[in-house]
């Protein structure tokens, strides 16, 4: 189910949903993306240099979405809470190689080194926690070590869930099938049909989000609001479906948030992922 509203209203919407709710609500906002061609990758927020080609938007959702939350958390203060950052640590990390196992290792290399050296968040992200008085403690970190959650990491961690998964025998109501060693894994949907959730042994943005949710929900959320950019909600969606269809994740509600590119749409939309009924089972 979706609906839409004006993106005018998205902060009294915001703070509304989050108002008296306590530390199993988490909101995903302040979504990221690294930049690099080679170099050092970075992430812009606090770059006044030109930007590359694609950069501008995402930067403005990034901006945009973290001081939504961060406001929320000012102006709630019965609420509790926790915000997710997360770290976009593939579509714009380009190293300019021709041979493509090269370009996938110096990417992951390059994306590793900027999430050890921010290993809080970055320099904008804390900035507009401080210039309102909020505790890092409302950030829920990924680990003690490192607080932002991967793009690529959790695209990794989704194939061994999914493989275990369906070792354990799991899966069954979602027609999830192994083969090729674990290399593909098939999972049908009502609606959807059959969709290849792994393949050659990588999974797709869908997947590395139905590990975002499965994980959360494992550190006790049990409601999700996620702004996410518009160009994306199909895939978000998508990953919601499949988690919920794939896991046993009674009692999660998650509202996904599509934001438009700047000057594209003057709206929202909400959609709102299905709820699992029922008691947690651990």
């Known amino acids: 189910m979706s609906q839409r509203i004006d993106l005018a209203t998205v902060p009294e919407w915001l703070a509304a949903q989050v108002e008296g709710c306590g530390n199993d609500v988490a909101v995903l ?7 690099s ?25 990034t901006r945009l979405t973290w001081r939504w939350v961060c406001d929320a958390a000012r102006a709630s203060t019965s609420s509790q809470f926790r915000s ?21 290792r110096l990417a992951a290399a390059l994306a590793c080194d ?24 409302r950030v829920l970190r990924r680990t003690e070590q490192r607080w932002l959650f991967s793009e690529r990491e959790l695209r990794h961690a989704a194939v061994r869930r999914v493989r275990q998964h369906h070792t354990a025998g799991g899966g069954s109501r979602a027609g999830l099938t192994s083969s090729d060693n674990g290399n593909t894994m098939t999972v049908t949907l009502p609606e959807q049909g059959d969709y290849c959730l792994v393949h050659s042994g990588h999974t797709t943005c869908a997947g590395g989000y139905v590990e975002l949710l499965a994980s959360l929900y494992e550190r006790g959320i049990r409601q999700l609001i996620a702004f996410v950019p518009m160009r994306c909600l199909s895939q978000v969606s998508l990953g919601t479906e499949l988690a919920m ?10 509202t996904n948030v599509a934001v438009p590119a700047p000057g594209t749409a003057s709206y929202v939309v909400l959609d709102h ?7 947690p089972t651990y």
């Open 245 to 254: 269809s794939l896991f046993p994740l009674p009692g999660f509600a998650v």
């Open 29 to 35: 906002g302040g979504h990221f993306a690294i930049f």
């Open 114 to 137: 900027y999430l050890e050296t921010v290993n809080t968040l970055p320099t904008f992200h804390l900035r507009e926690l401080a210039a309102r008085g909020i505790s890092t403690s």
């Open 273 to 279: 992922g299905r709820t699992v009924r029922g008691s």
């Open 84 to 104: 997710v950052v997360m770290a976009d640590d593939i579509q714009f990390v380009r190293p300019v190689t021709r041979d493509r196992a090269v370009t996938e």
């Open 37 to 61: 061609a080679g170099a050092a990758a970075t992430d812009l927020l606090d770059d006044s240099a030109a930007t590359p080609d694609g950069a501008e938007e995402m930067l403005e959702f």
